[in-house]
Every structure is written in structure tokens, then in C-alpha cells.
């Protein structure tokens, strides 16, 4: 009877014990930083998967983040068959979070370039003057954009060939 006794308390003891202990919570990507969130779209990026980085960034759906935003519009813009439409709806929409964007203020003065839209690209390159006080890269790569430009009679010269990882990193 005792040992019965002592089964029963022993089980009841585990029971508390197993009530009384915090269960695993399964982590919300939502409530992730924006830089974590949106790793694999810019690996992708990286790597000039265009498709994929889309359909990464599709998978984050992250509208109201103007990184999310601005890396949509890079990747649109980039694709093989690239839709510019889209890409300049992302760049707004991500510098009507963030109007001082640099990303998104450099790679739309691009797409600006790429329609033929010259006073719209300096338009983008006199706010990058602003935000970066006259010295970033965005800045940089906007000025020689408009540059190679107008050096080729006003037609667009994409930027000469670069490493995949500064692509990725100017993107953010």
C-alpha cells in the first residue's frame, strides 16, 4: 500500500511539475529584424537570381518595410526580362516609409535613367546630396550613372561589371 502511496504522490508531483512548466513558443518571423527577415532575398540577389529573390521577397511580404520595398524593386529591375513598372512602384513605395532612402534614391535614379528621364534621375542624385551630406556610395554610383549617360548621348550604360557582393550590399 505504501509503495502504491508513494507511486501516486510521485505522479502527481510529475503532473504539477509538467503543468507548471513554460512551453516552447515557436518564434514569429514577422517579429524578426528586417536584416534577418530578408537574408535569403539578399543571398539571392548576391547570386543574380532574380526570380528567386522575388519569389523570397514574396514569401517575407514585408510592405511596410522599405528595405523589403527597395530590394523588390532592385531585384524587378535586374530581372532577365525586367519589369520597370513595377520596380519604380517598389522604389516609391519604399521612400514613402523612408524618404531619405539611399538605396532606393539611387537604384530609382537608375531606372529613371534606363526610361530616358534624365531630370528625374538629378532629381534623385540632388536628395542623395542631401541625405549623405556629399559622401556615400549611393551618391557615387548615381553620379557616374548620369555621367555614362550623358557621356553616351544621353543613352543608359549600365555600371561596368562588379562583384556580386557589392551588388547585394548596395542593394540594402
Known sequence: ???????????TLLATLALQTPQA????????PSSIRLANARALIEAKDWK?????LQGVDAPNDPDWNN?????HRKAKKPDYVAAE????????????????LSYSGELYLM??????AEQRLTTL????????????????AIARYKAAGNKYVPEPEEPAQTSARAAQ
Do not use: W
Not at 513558443?25 to 524578426?32: G, N
Not at 522604389?91 to 524618404?99: G, S
Open 1 to 11: 500500500m505504501t509503495s502504491r502511496l508513494l507511486h501516486l504522490a510521485a505522479v
Open 25 to 32: 513558443e515557436a518564434i514569429d518571423s514577422a517579429s524578426l
Open 71 to 75: 530590394l523588390m524593386g532592385f531585384s
Open 129 to 144: 546630396k542631401l541625405v549623405c551630406n556629399n559622401a556615400c556610395l549611393e551618391q557615387d554610383r548615381l553620379a557616374q
Open 52 to 56: 528567386g529573390a522575388i519569389a523570397e
Open 115 to 120: 526610361q530616358d528621364k534624365l531630370p528625374k
Open 89 to 104: 512602384r517598389f522604389y516609391d513605395a519604399a521612400l514613402r516609409i523612408e524618404p531619405s532612402h539611399r538605396g532606393a
